[in-house]
């Protein structure tokens, strides 16, 4: 067989230093196989990839269709906080922020035997506790953790407040109330702070956007309320509006005012946290 197989080479090709050996010869071709093979390996694992971040961005554009709450949550220019659109293009949602981790306590006013302001069968404790309810919602929704002093029909006291909020390590504190005077013709929401300049700056803050809000609003004041001495956080009292005023009254009790109050509170607490820290 040797012998043959040399007879056969040595009649058919004379051997010539310009031709590679067949072995060389096989093993470019081997190796070109190879590298045409990785490219194709290589291609595969692109389209594959490919289809991963297609079918994910897919899943992510049907879940931005079928939930509008990114739209809703912006309550900027909204004045009208009944009047949001909800069809055509999603409005874009303007806080920079990630709330993830930010605490805010809120402090409905009054509870129990204590109504605060009652005008007729209106009671400042179920107005202070409405508007709470409707500012934790919009701050659960941007993303916060929000404590209650209360989340029943509840007396407790003012101490109490301070202790449960410094105790959540809360990162601001707002205290809802309303207002009364003498004077029914005298109206408008007031933001208090005490002996605190990050306090100060979230009652500009918020009272900034109540009054961007189109809701009536005075300027802010400071003041020796117990639950803002007591508590380590920027706190604030806000005193949404007179219930002694007729026309602030019938607000008040509106599920839309309450809605508006809720909101501009919401953005002027969000603009606060812009840039703390989680
Ligand atoms: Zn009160």
Same mark, same amino acid.
């Given at each position: 067989?040797?012998?043959?197989?040399?007879?056969?080479?040595?009649?058919? *090709?004379?051997?010539?230093?310009? &031709?590679?050996?067949?072995?060389?010869?096989?093993?470019? $071709?081997?190796?070109?196989?190879?590298?045409? =093979?990785?490219?194709?390996?290589?291609?595969? &694992?692109? =389209?594959?990839?490919?289809?991963?971040?297609?079918?994910?961005?897919?899943?992510?554009?049907?879940?931005?269709?079928?939930?509008?709450?990114?739209?809703?949550?912006?309550?900027?220019?909204?004045?009208?906080?009944?009047?949001?659109?909800?069809?055509?293009?999603?409005?874009?949602?303007?806080?920079?922020?990630?709330?993830?981790?930010?605490?805010?306590?809120?402090?409905?006013?009054?509870?129990?035997?204590?109504?605060?302001?009652?005008?007729?069968?209106?009671?400042? $404790?179920?107005?202070?506790?409405?508007?709470?309810?409707?500012?934790?919602?919009?701050?659960?929704?941007?993303?916060?953790?929000?404590?209650?002093?209360?989340?029943?029909?509840?007396?407790?006291?003012?101490?109490?407040?301070?202790?449960?909020? *410094?105790?959540?390590?809360?990162?601001?504190?707002?205290?809802?109330?309303?207002?009364?005077?003498?004077?029914?013709?005298?109206?408008?929401?007031?933001?208090?702070?005490?002996?605190?300049? =990050?306090?100060?700056?979230?009652?500009?803050?918020?009272? $900034?956007?109540?009054?961007?809000?189109?809701?009536?609003?005075?300027?802010? $004041?400071?003041?020796?309320?117990? &639950?803002?001495?007591?508590?380590?956080?920027?706190?604030?009292?806000?005193?949404?509006?007179?219930?002694?005023?007729?026309?602030?009254?019938?607000?008040?009790?509106?599920?839309?005012?309450?809605?508006?109050?809720?909101? =501009?509170?919401?953005?002027?607490? &969000?603009?606060?946290?812009?840039?703390?820290?989680?």
């Amino acid at each position: 067989m040797e012998i043959q197989n040399k007879n056969r080479q040595g009649a058919e *090709n004379a051997p010539d230093p310009s &031709v590679p050996p067949k072995k060389k010869r096989r093993r470019r $071709k081997q190796g070109r196989q190879l590298l045409l =093979a990785y490219a194709i390996r290589g291609l595969m &694992v692109l =389209a594959a990839v490919l289809c991963v971040v297609l079918a994910v961005q897919g899943v992510r554009f049907l879940i931005s269709l079928s939930s509008p709450t990114e739209a809703q949550v912006d309550t900027g220019e909204n004045t009208g906080g009944q009047d949001i659109q909800t069809g055509g293009e999603p409005e874009p949602v303007e806080y920079t922020i990630q709330p993830r981790g930010l605490t805010v306590v809120l402090d409905p006013g009054h509870g129990g035997a204590q109504p605060g302001c009652v005008i007729g069968d209106l009671e400042e $404790k179920d107005i202070a506790m409405s508007i709470t309810q409707q500012l934790k919602g919009e701050l659960e929704l941007l993303g916060f953790d929000v404590v209650l002093t209360r989340s029943t029909d509840a007396d407790v006291d003012l101490s109490e407040r301070a202790r449960i909020a *410094n105790e959540a390590e809360g990162d601001c504190f707002v205290s809802i109330h309303c207002n009364s005077y003498e004077d029914d013709s005298v109206s408008g929401l007031e933001c208090y702070y005490f002996r605190s300049e =990050a306090g100060e700056q979230l009652a500009e803050l918020i009272s $900034k956007a109540t009054d961007e809000s189109n809701i009536d609003t005075r300027e802010v $004041k400071e003041g020796n309320f117990q &639950v803002l001495r007591e508590t380590v956080m920027p706190s604030v009292l806000i005193e949404v509006g007179y219930m002694t005023n007729p026309e602030e009254l019938a607000s008040l009790a509106s599920q839309s005012y309450q809605q508006t109050l809720a909101q =501009a509170i919401a953005e002027g607490i &969000v603009e606060m946290m812009e840039g703390q820290p989680a």
